[in-house]
Structure formats: C-alpha cells, structure tokens
C-alpha cells in the first residue's frame, strides 16, 4: 500500500477549475459575432429599408407650420 496517505490521484497538483466569468463571456460574444460574419457572407441579406409611404391625413400636415 501506499504510505503517503496525503496523495491525490494526479500526483497532487491542484485542479485548474473553471474558467473565469469574463472569459466566458468574451469567449461567448467572439463566437456569436463569429457566426454571425459567416451567415453573412454566405446569404447577404438585403438590409436596405424599404421607401416610407404616407397616408394623407395622417400624422399632421405636410405644410410647415412656424
């Protein structure tokens, strides 16, 4: 048997744990804005807004008032 009795399995180094909140999180946002310049490329989405049509009569007048 063994004798040390103070021993851990691993040779007695100490666990590393987790990872930090902030690593996380950047690790997270780099991986979101990451996907998301690859869908781009590849689909292209047409961003451009489309032209406003008014309604007469609504949302005031069209004449400037001072």
Known sequence: MNGGGGKKFGGGRVPTGTPSLAWSSVVVVVSLLAGASIVHNIYKP?????????????????KKEK
């Open 46 to 62: 047409d961003m451009t807004l489309p032209p406003v049509e008014t309604a007469e009569g609504v949302g005031g007048s069209t």
